[in-house]
């Protein structure tokens, strides 16, 4: 019984960490602003946390976010060649995944008002 109860809690913990989008904490910037940087697989994975992340901050001072800047950049492999395994993938079903968790890389600026 044991085992299996530490199975579920090792299986909930893996399911709870493994989301699309990683981040770090929110930094505190010197101006009143903060900064949140994403690493994500997809531009819009990027933008999705960093505003859930800016609205649990803001909300926890019962504030909402304002969003003062924002610079994405991809850093993935070269998308002619994702491109090219993807294709790839979809034909033999072979289960090649192109998109990798940290190939857009998002700072995300916010203040809270």
């Given at each position: 019984?044991?085992?299996?109860?530490?199975?579920?809690?090792?299986?909930?913990?893996?399911?709870?960490?493994?989301?699309?989008?990683t981040?770090?904490?929110?930094?505190?910037?010197?101006?009143?602003?903060?900064?949140?940087?994403?690493?994500?697989?997809?531009?819009?994975?990027?933008?999705?946390?960093?505003?859930?992340?800016?609205?649990?901050?803001?909300?926890?001072?019962?504030?909402?976010?304002?969003?003062?800047?924002?610079?994405?950049?991809?850093q993935?492999?070269?998308?002619?060649?994702?491109?090219?395994?993807?294709?790839?993938?979809?034909?033999?079903?072979?289960?090649?995944?192109?998109?990798?968790k940290?190939?857009?890389?998002?700072?995300?600026?916010?203040?809270?008002?």
């Amino acid at each position: 019984m044991k085992i299996k109860n530490l199975f579920i809690s090792a299986s909930i913990t893996t399911i709870a960490f493994s989301g699309c989008a990683t981040t770090s904490n929110v930094l505190p910037l010197a101006d009143g602003n903060f900064l949140s940087i994403i690493q994500a697989d997809s531009e819009s994975g990027a933008y999705q946390s960093a505003i859930e992340d800016a609205k649990t901050f803001c909300g926890n001072k019962k504030k909402q976010f304002v969003v003062v800047d924002r610079k994405i950049s991809y850093q993935g492999i070269d998308k002619s060649g994702k491109a090219f395994i993807d294709a790839i993938d979809t034909l033999t079903g072979a289960g090649i995944k192109s998109a990798k968790k940290d190939d857009y890389r998002l700072e995300f600026t916010f203040r809270c008002q």
